[in-house]
Nanobody, 121 residues
Framework: QVQLVESGGGLVQGGGSLKLSCAAS????????MGWYRQGPGKQRELVAT???????RYADSVKGRFTISRDNAKKTVYLQMDSLKPEDTAVYYC???????????????WGQGTQVTVFS
């Protein structure tokens, strides 16, 4: 079984910073692209950032210049460094990853349980 567990969410003042982590565990052969999504109050889930195995990152326009996605393949972990946070960033953040399980040749997508990020003025 494969599990993605997010951590690092919390309450932070506007302009502050927060770093999210998402660790994959279980019967994993390899991990492909990973990313972060979020769902704010009254909004649909949206893509925040993605990163390939080689480290190529992409960001939503709303977070460019403020957020940084990174990964540690050895630790099977993806991170999201969030700086200059705004109240609009308040949302539940979800980790996503494409994972190939041990003994399988099929890549499947997995989601974390989500971690709450609240930014106040």
């Amino acid at each position: 079984q494969v599990q993605l567990v997010e951590s690092g969410g919390g309450l932070v003042q506007g302009g502050g910073s927060l770093k999210l982590s998402c660790a994959a565990s279980g019967s994993i052969f390899s991990i492909g692209d990973m990313g972060w999504y979020r769902q704010g109050p009254g909004k649909q889930r949206e893509l925040v950032a993605t990163i390939t195995t080689g480290g190529t990152a992409r960001y939503a326009d709303s977070v460019k210049g403020r957020f940084t996605i990174s990964r540690d393949n050895a630790k099977k972990t993806v991170y999201l460094q969030m700086d200059s946070l705004k109240p609009e960033d308040t949302a539940v953040y979800y980790c996503h990853a494409f994972v190939t399980r041990t003994f399988l040749r099929i890549s499947q997508d997995y989601w974390g349980q989500g971690t709450q990020v609240t930014v106040f003025s």
